[in-house]
C-alpha cells in the first residue's frame, strides 16, 4: 500500500525558508513522478512543482528561483525546499506521487498535507 506522509511545515516569517519532507512508502519514489501542490484559503489547489522519475523538474513561475524539488533516492523521501518565502506561499501543502502502473496507467497518491504560513 502506497503511503505519503508530508512534514516540515510550520510559520516563518518572510524572507524565511522551510524544508518539506514527503516520506513515501510502499512504492520507489524514484521510479515515479513525484508532485507538491499547495492550497490557499479560498482557492484552488495549485500545483507547485513537479520532479519525474528522470529527475527532471517544473515549477510554477511564482516559485521559480525560490523553491527547489529533490529526492533522496536511498531514503525514499521528497522534499521541497522553499526560499525567500512570501505571504502570498501560504497555504496547506502537498506531496502527491503518480504511481506507474501496466498499460501506461498511473495512480495518484496523496499525503495528508502540512500547513506552511509566512507572517511577520
Known amino acids: 500500500q502506497v503511503q505519503l506522509a508530508e512534514s516540515g511545515g510550520g510559520l516563518v516569517q518572510p524572507g524565511g525558508s522551510l524544508r518539506l519532507s514527503c516520506v513515501v512508502s510502499?512504492?520507489?519514489?524514484?521510479?515515479?513522478?513525484m508532485n507538491w501542490y499547495r492550497q490557499a484559503p479560498g482557492k484552488e489547489r495549485e500545483l507547485v512543482a513537479t520532479?519525474?522519475?528522470?529527475?527532471?523538474?517544473n515549477y510554477t513561475d511564482s516559485v521559480k528561483g525560490r523553491f527547489t524539488i529533490s529526492r533522496d533516492n536511498p531514503k525514499n523521501i521528497g522534499y521541497l525546499q522553499m526560499n525567500s518565502l512570501k505571504p502570498d506561499d501560504t497555504a496547506v501543502y502537498y506531496c502527491?506521487?503518480?504511481?506507474?502502473?501496466?498499460?501506461?496507467?498511473?495512480?495518484?497518491?496523496w499525503g495528508q498535507g502540512t500547513q506552511v504560513t509566512v507572517s511577520s
Open positions: 502527491n506521487l503518480l504511481v506507474s502502473r501496466p498499460l501506461g496507467k498511473r495512480d495518484p497518491y
Open positions: 520532479m519525474t522519475k528522470i529527475g527532471a523538474r
Open positions: 510502499g512504492t520507489i519514489l524514484s521510479q515515479n513522478t
